[in-house]
Nanobody, 114 residues
Framework: QVQLEESGGGTVQPGGSLSVSCAAS??????ANWIRQAPGKGLEWVSG????????WYADSVKGRFTISRDNYKNTLYLRMSSLKPEDSGVYYC?????????WGQGTQVTVSS
């Protein structure tokens, strides 16, 4: 059974940095993703990483600012966010990819505000 639990969200000023993490089980052999949802908006895929961590993908809106990584020994997925903008605010979900996005964490709130 897959269990995903995000942590590390919070409030940061524009231009600042923040990291979020996802403690996972049943996860290491699958690609993993971060998906976010801003208030009143739909889901937006942010970034993905393959099972071994050798290949990563980013939405154009975060490319060059966000870095996804994983530690399969620690069963943890990370997202390092820098040069944050107010439009980066939202709930960030850790999601397993298994044909589709089949397992989701409960999310962690990221707020970028002065």
């Amino acid at each position: 059974q897959v269990q995903l639990e995000e942590s590390g969200g919070g409030t940061v000023q524009p231009g600042g940095s923040l990291s979020v993490s996802c403690a996972a089980s049943g996860f290491s052999t699958y690609s993993a993703n971060w998906i976010r949802q801003a208030p009143g908006k739909g889901l937006e895929w942010v970034s993905g990483i393959n099972s071994g961590g050798s290949t990563t993908w980013y939405a154009d809106s975060v490319k060059g600012r966000f870095t996804i990584s994983r530690d399969n020994y620690k069963n943890t997925l990370y997202l390092r966010m820098s040069s944050l903008k107010p439009e980066d605010s939202g709930v960030y979900y850790c999601v397993r990819a298994n044909g589709g996005f089949d397992s989701w964490g409960q999310g962690t709130q990221v707020t970028v505000s002065s």
